[in-house]
């Protein structure tokens, strides 16, 4: 008959305390590589991956932008955003999704504004370029809450710059003195097991401080913020380990722990037998 898994009889098998101890400890090592892969199993993956394309074509050539930055020594009423970009854009005094917040008993002002964006290079910036009537030595010091673009993303095993500028201080800066935040904008993708797609971005940051002059004196400061975009997306993708790989990574740890206890048994046991057949030979 063909059977490739031939029994033995029990009154052929000898049981012995070391095979005992031997099979104990493979149960348990068993037991602890499986609940080691159960967890990768469970676990999401987060892949990486870089591309060279336009990830959000839905987004109307626009970017959403978030930024929180108070001036604790300017008036609310000085205190404008402007936007300018290589499309003709020029808006000076943008209003629209802001609040201003008075600060220091109305000395200072937090401004707080959600605005779009082209996705080409530009800038935007906090100045006194709106204001009825500007004032002689406008204080630009500043502390910045939060700058980002895009959809927020809330992802323990993501770590990006999202949010680079969050808690600069320049507080002990030139009050007089103009401050250049140079941005460089990544498209970030985010995608998740269900294959929904977030779209945010990163930057990388880079400033500078300086008195500005022309041949008519000096130039009104202003905290600018000018950015480009960079042609290279990061795409985070959630994955998790196929089924068929945790039972194959599951049968490959039953077997071969057997495999190996086994051949570890059988050696340790042909071992206690010579020892005896020799220590019988010596009493003899």
């Known amino acids: ?16 305390y ?3 101890i031997i099979s104990v400890c493979c149960c348990l090592f068993i037991l602890f590589l499986f609940l080691s892969e159960l967890t990768g199993f469970i676990a999401t993956e987060i892949v990486n991956e870089l591309y060279v394309d336009d990830p959000d074509k839905d987004s109307g050539g626009k ?3 978030n930024l929180n930055i108070s001036l604790p020594n300017l008036h609310c009423e000085l205190v404008g955003l402007d936007i300018q970009d290589e499309m003709g854009r020029h808006e000076v005094g943008h209003i629209d999704n802001s609040m201003k917040i008075p600060l220091n008993n109305g000395d200072g002002c937090r401004f707080e504004g959600h605005f779009s964006i082209n996705k080409v290079p530009g800038n935007f910036h906090v100045s006194t370029h709106s204001a009825t009537a500007q004032p002689q ?3 630009m010091t500043h502390v910045i809450h939060k700058l980002s673009f895009g959809d927020k993303l809330q992802v323990h095993n993501v770590h990006g710059a999202f949010n680079a500028l969050e ?9 007089l003195a103009s401050h250049d935040y140079i941005l460089k904008i990544v498209p970030t993708v985010y995608e998740d097991m269900s294959g929904k797609q977030r779209y945010s971005y990163q930057y990388t940051v880079a400033n500078k401080e300086y008195v500005a002059y022309s041949h008519t004196g000096r130039i009104i400061p202003a905290i600018w913020f000018r950015y ?5 997306t990061v795409k985070y993708t959630e994955r998790r380990q196929p089924l068929y790989r945790f039972i194959t990574s599951i049968c490959a740890i039953i077997g071969g722990t057997f495999t190996v206890a086994g051949i570890l048994d059988s050696c340790i046991f042909t071992a206690s037998e010579a020892w005896k057949k020799i220590q019988l030979g010596k009493m003899q």
Request: overall charge negative; proline content about 13%.
């Open 137 to 139: 030595n406008p204080d």
């Open 1 to 16: 008959m063909f059977d490739i898994y031939r029994k033995v009889p029990k009154d052929l098998t000898q049981p012995t």
């Open 18 to 20: 070391t095979g005992a």
């Open 63 to 65: 970017i959403e932008v």
């Open 228 to 232: 480009d975009l960079s042609p290279i």
């Open 167 to 175: 808690g600069a201080d320049k507080l002990s800066s030139n009050p």
